[in-house]
């Protein structure tokens, strides 16, 4: 089992930053891309940004230079930086990491509540 727990989600005013981070533990032989999904209230679950083993990163556009994501290989954790927030990123914000143990399998983090106020 893979065990994924996230942290630095919270409340902030438009314009403000937070950092969210999320690490991987358990019996992991090697890990693929992570990523980061958010869904608000109502709408589905949509990308955010990912980032493979070799550092490559992608965005949506609503994102692009205002978020950064980035991952340390040897603590198995990805973070997104969040910069210049808008109440339009409010949302519960979800890591997943795509793994292998001989199959390739995807977990999901229990999610983080980013609130935007205006």
């Known amino acids: 089992q893979v065990q994924l727990v996230e942290s630095g989600g919270g409340l902030v005013q438009a314009g403000g930053s937070l950092r969210l981070s999320c690490a991987a533990s358990g019996s992991i032989f090697s890990i693929n891309a992570m990523g980061w999904y958010r869904q608000a209230p109502g709408k589905q679950r949509e990308l955010v940004a990912t980032?493979?083993?070799?550092?490559?990163?992608n965005y949506a556009d609503s994102v692009k230079g205002r978020f950064t994501i980035s991952r340390d290989n040897a603590k198995n954790t990805v973070y997104l930086q969040m910069d210049s927030l808008k109440p339009e990123d409010t949302a519960v914000y979800y890591c997943r990491v795509d793994w292998r143990r001989g199959s390739l399998f995807i977990s999901w983090g229990q999610g983080t509540q980013v609130t935007v106020s205006s």
């Open positions: 980032i493979t083993s070799g550092g490559s990163t």
